[in-house]
């Protein structure tokens, strides 16, 4: 039998793996991880961490993903 749950109960669990909120530029598996994510280069990347800081929302807005 299936059971229905709420949408938030599921975000909300810990199963699986999120990516953190903030990209961390020094670590290269995370900015290469970000970079192939967002279809930019790294240096594009890193150009806009620096503009806009390591938020992962802001970094979206900045280059309109």
């Keep these: ?4 749950v709420p949408v938030a109960a599921v975000l909300a ?3 699986g793996v999120r990516p953190a909120p ?3 530029s020094s670590d290269a598996s995370q900015r290469d ?3 192939y994510r967002l279809s930019v280069s790294p240096t594009e990347l890193n ?3 620096e503009k806009v800081g390591s938020s992962v929302a ?3 807005r900045h280059l309109g993903k």
């Design 1 to 4: 039998m299936i059971s229905l």
């Design 13 to 15: 669990s810990e199963r």
């Design 22 to 24: 903030v990209i961390d």
């Design 33 to 35: 991880y970000w970079a």
């Design 47 to 49: 150009a806009a961490i």
């Design 58 to 60: 802001a970094v979206r």
